[in-house]
């Protein structure tokens, strides 16, 4: 049985610019100070288009999906 993806976010490397959130809303929402905060690590296959999106578009690269 093959594992699935997760998604991670490397809070050093990011700023807060909320693309994450704006992409995948329904994993990633943001804190009152606008930084990222994941409602779930496990991205499912429906999802996982726009989660490499939203990996592929972060400004800081603190987004990854393996």
Known sequence: MAEGFHI???????????ICAELLPELIEL???GFPILMSKEVPT??????RRA???CP???????
Request: aromatic fraction near 6%; include cysteine; glycine fraction near 10%.
């Open 60 to 66: 800081t690269l603190a987004l990854l999906i393996k």
């Open 46 to 51: 429906s999802l996982l288009g726009h989660a």
């Open 8 to 18: 991670y976010i490397n809070p050093i490397a990011c700023e807060g610019h909320g």
């Open 31 to 33: 804190d009152e100070w």
């Open 55 to 57: 990996e592929r578009l």
